[in-house]
């Protein structure tokens, strides 16, 4: 389940240099298929963004942003072929705008060529002066989040088509899920009514879903390995002086994937830490039963053999090292296949934590920890830790999505169900980016398919599945959409966009492809011709990081995959026309685009 992150404010590159005589300046851009934020040469990013705030004040009517606004940069990415996209985030008189972010569009020659915009109406509050007090609305955030608020901060928010002054108020230790957290509430700062309440973690198996195997009285007890402990590697003895830390070769034996080379850390002769310097010290850590959010408290593994796991739960480290196995695979899906570095692009760290909570039958992207969370199972329903590769694709890849569109639901319940397109493009993205994850690491233990979650030991063999979206009668995922669809709750909501890729991918009709049958069919019965999963994966990413924003719908979605196709391979393209017919076959057309909703 993805939170919404409205909370923060983070700026990636924050500058303020007006905009000069920037027009016809040489800009060289990465190599292709690659982001980046800055260049070696040429204009730096601090005037790429200051040609963009300049232009989005001058395009005023286009953009939305009005007197009192400030933009302050988020990300700058430049294609290959020299456009440049600047995500802002928006303050209006001092105050975040929730669903005030965008991007504009700039040509090589720093020229507006357009604007992604959230909200797509004036963004000025009625009033700056609250009728509540900061203290008045922590209490109704503490009563209705069940925790600890921390400060409130002024807002104003604009999502819903409003431009309300509320306040935004953190809330720890909530007791509203099965396991407590942090949260965001929301509070209208002139009526005093709850607009949102939102948890900060992304939750795998959402709370309808674990209602719905309760009801069923179904348990999922998934096959772990049962390989014994490899031997030992030869130490090589040193004949010349080591000085620690260096970089080691380490092996694992998972629950999942069976034996896996580890790349880690060896801090002494015979002591070794999970932590991997060749990607940015990634690590993984003990949560030690306890429903941590600093990975900074979380126990650190080690070994004095650098062997890690048994492949059972005897071991606490077996179900480490299907976490560090997963991230890192994930980490290298986004950087070959995107140049991307890092879950948020920055050449950082990700990290995990295994043994969260006790009983806990889920995983979380959590934001405020910044790492995965994975809990070991209830003990009842779910008997394993919520390790598994695809899992840990899905829950790193909300992590992205933080990073640069941050889609957000629409509405939330007293549960923590989430609802609305917006929210169930971000779980689409989530599964797409996922199942390509098992495409990249190519485990011949964990076989790549567009199926998600095969490996949780369901009934019904898979959790959701790309092709054929409403053979997952757990969540009741649809195929295709229909007006119903905005108010969807996001998981059952995924399947629109997710088929549209699959038929984008691979087309309509049956394939069998890795030993795995599919077979989707299509809203009109048309034929579509896939072209391929690497040009389907790489538009969707582009769509994601360039033309997507917190409130994108599946039929802003549809238009972005498309100018995303334009820019990789030409209007003009098969691959731009196969996009047209992907939505088509799942009945996202221009013909029954809804009126505006945000």
Known sequence: MRGPHIRSLAVA?????????????????????????????????ASVVAAARAAAFAHATATGVTRGDELRAQDVLIDPEGARHVRFLRTHQGMPVLGGDLVVHLSHRLAYTGVTRAADHTVSPATTRPHLTATQAEAKAATVARGDAGTAELVVDARDGGAA????????????????????????????????NTPDSDEFLSPKLLDTLRERGETMDPATGTAVQPKSLTSAAASRAVHYPVTASGTGTSLFVGKVPLTTTRTARTSYLLKDPSRWGTETRDAKGKELESFAQGKKFTTTNDKWGNGAVSRRDSAAVDAQYGITKTLDFYK????????ANNGKAARGMVHFGKKVANAFWDSTCGCMLYGDGDGDMFK???????????????????????????????????FGEPGSLNESLADIFGSNVEFSANNAKNPPNYLIGEKLGLAQKFLRRLDHPSLDKLEGTIDYWSPQAYDAEVHAGSGVSSHAYYLLAEGSGTKKIGGFTYDSPTYDGSTVTGIGRTKATAIFYRALTRYMVSTTDFHDARIATLKAAADLYGANSTAYKTVDQAWAAVNVTVANTPAARH
């Open 165 to 196: 002054l509320a306040y935004r108020i953190p809330v720890s230790d909530s007791s509203t899920a099965d396991a407590t957290g942090t949260r965001t509430v929301v509070v209208d700062a002139v009526t005093g009514g709850i607009r949102s």
């Open 384 to 418: 394993k830790p919520l390790v598994v590769l695809d899992v840990t694709g899905h829950e790193l890849t909300h992590g992205v999505v933080d990073a640069t569109a941050k889609l957000e639901p629409t509405r939330v319940d007293a549960q923590g169900n989430q």
């Open 336 to 343: 070959k296949t995107f140049g991307r570095k890092g879950i």
């Open 13 to 45: 590159v924050a500058v303020t240099t007006a905009a000069t005589g920037l027009a016809g300046t040489a800009f060289a851009g990465p190599a292709t298929g690659t982001d980046s934020a800055s260049t070696s040469t040429g204009v730096s990013a």
